[in-house]
T-cell receptor, first 115, second 111 residues
Framework: GENVEQHPSTLSVQEGDSAVIKCTYS??????FPWYKQELGKRPQLIIDIRSNVGEKKDQRIAVTLNKTAKHFSLHITETQPEDSAVYFC??????????????FGQGTTLQVKP | DAGITQSPRHKVTETGTPVTLRCHQT?????MYWYRQDPGHGLRLIHYSYGVKDTDKGEVSDGYSVSRSKTEDFLLTLESATSSQTSVYFCAISGGVGELFFGEGSRLTVL
């Protein structure tokens, strides 16, 4: 079945450094790739997403890149701040269902930003 | 935040008992989902709904059933709870452009 692999599982950086989280997916029909941030005890919330017709998208300090040939996408956070500390999940829409919300999630990355 | 609420937020029950979790939305969104979250597994899709009385299975549907008799309500039922179903359950809704809005989660402990 469809699968999303996410690495690393934990990531520790100094405040101001960059952080990169990588995901690979198995379903070549996937066309929507969101990233969610989950703070401790809270619900996951969308921080950025990308569709298969673009290769990169930026929103202030965060960016996502997509390589459809390699079935690989990444989250980049620059100038990290302590409030960026959270668990980050990548996801891929199942079977081209990019408008229905049916997503397969990666296992999550716990990001710790040290002051 | 999207208008989505889950109940109960916390529940402790015993093995073999039935449990129903409720998800209620005020956004009139067509799509509703139940995910479970466990350490090391991320979020896994249990069941989903594309509309009233239109539901389908997700990745980990064994031991779970769902019902959607109204647009605003999506119920998840554990017919006979087991310890492996101890988890945090998240309901989510989607308006059809891809983004999921999650509820606050329901923490279920099966003893």
């Amino acid at each position: 079945g469809e699968n999303v692999e996410q690495h690393p599982s934990t990531l520790s950086v100094q405040e101001g450094d960059s952080a990169v989280i990588k995901c690979t997916y198995s379903d070549s029909a996937s066309n929507y790739f969101p990233w969610y941030k989950q703070e401790l005890g809270k619900r996951p919330q969308l921080i950025i997403d990308i569709r298969s017709n673009v290769g990169e998208k930026k929103d202030q300090r965060i960016a996502v890149t997509l390589n459809k040939t390699a079935k690989h996408f990444s989250l980049h956070i620059t100038e990290t701040q302590p409030e960026d500390s959270a668990v980050y999940f990548c996801a891929a829409a199942v079977g081209g269902s990019g408008n229905t919300g049916k997503l397969i999630f990666g296992q999550g990355t716990t990001l710790q930003v040290k002051p | 935040d999207a208008g989505i609420t889950q109940s109960p937020r916390h529940k402790v029950t015993e093995t073999g008992t039935p449990v129903t979790l409720r998800c209620h939305q005020t956004e009139n969104h067509r799509y509703m989902y139940w995910y479970r979250q466990d350490p090391g597994h991320g979020l896994r899709l249990i069941h989903y709904s594309y509309g009233v009385k239109d539901t389908d299975k997700g990745e980990v549907s064994d031991g779970y059933s769902v019902s959607r008799s109204k647009t605003e309500d999506f119920l998840l039922t554990l017919e006979s709870a087991t310890s492996s179903q101890t988890s945090v359950y998240f309901c989510a809704i989607s308006g059809g452009v891809g983004e999921l809005f999650f509820g606050e989660g329901s923490r279920l402990t099966v003893l």
